[in-house]
């Protein structure tokens, strides 16, 4: 049982837990269901949509790492709001970041909330950001934005746990590449896997 609050909680088989790489779920999450996407937003998109037709999950839960220089590394921060960082289409008029003709805000408010940890604005992009400046959002990473926005047209509840595993700076890939393997068991131990399985 995965539990969400005092009020909300799913049985594990109906839950679909997905992550970018297996690294990232390591053998933690062998028993559960699980979906590997792949990097980046298409590929998520892709791999969502399929395994959302197959499994008909009842909740939606994204795992993975992100960065950020607003959040310490090792923190495990819930997403509940969300943008497509590299959507920009100014020249026609349109908001950073909005989608044109999509109906759909630039910052996409789509999530559930986990007791006990912080909340955070999470960049989503196809690059690995090692230059992050801007104050709109806070965790950076490249599947979260389409992986809320198809839940949410589905009608499927989302949780989004990210692992700060680098401070999207200069020493970004080199940060990650030492803190991406720590994720899976921080998230074995918030989610009471253990007790689950």
């Known amino acids: 049982m995965i539990k969400i609050n005092q009020e909300l909680s799913f049985p594990l088989e109906n839950v679909l837990f997905s992550f970018a ?3 990232e779920a390591a053998d933690v999450f062998e028993n559960c ?3 590997i996407t792949g990097i980046g937003k298409v590929n998520a998109a892709y791999e969502l949509s399929k395994a959302i037709r197959f499994k008909k999950p009842s909740l939606i839960v994204n795992l993975g790492s992100a960065g950020s220089n607003f959040f310490q590394k090792g923190d495990v921060i819930c997403c509940t709001r969300f943008i497509q960082r590299d959507m920009d289409v100014q020249a ?3 908001a950073q970041y909005e989608t044109p003709l999509s109906g759909l805000p630039p910052v996409l408010e789509y ?3 986990l007791e006990g940890l912080k909340e955070g604005i999470c960049g989503t992009g196809d690059s690995f950001e090692m230059g992050h400046s801007t104050v709109l959002y806070n965790v950076v990473d490249m599947e979260s934005y389409v992986l809320a926005m198809i839940a949410m047209k589905e009608k499927i509840p989302f949780l989004c746990l990210k692992y700060i595993s680098d401070g999207a700076d200069d020493n970004a890939a ?3 590449l030492v803190q991406v393997h720590k994720a899976a068991a921080v998230y074995g131990t918030i989610l009471n896997l253990n007790k689950s399985i």
């Open 21 to 23: 790489l297996e690294s």
């Open 33 to 35: 269901n699980t979906l």
């Open 92 to 94: 026609l008029g349109y």
């Open 111 to 113: 999530g559930l909330k």
């Open 174 to 176: 080199e940060d990650w």
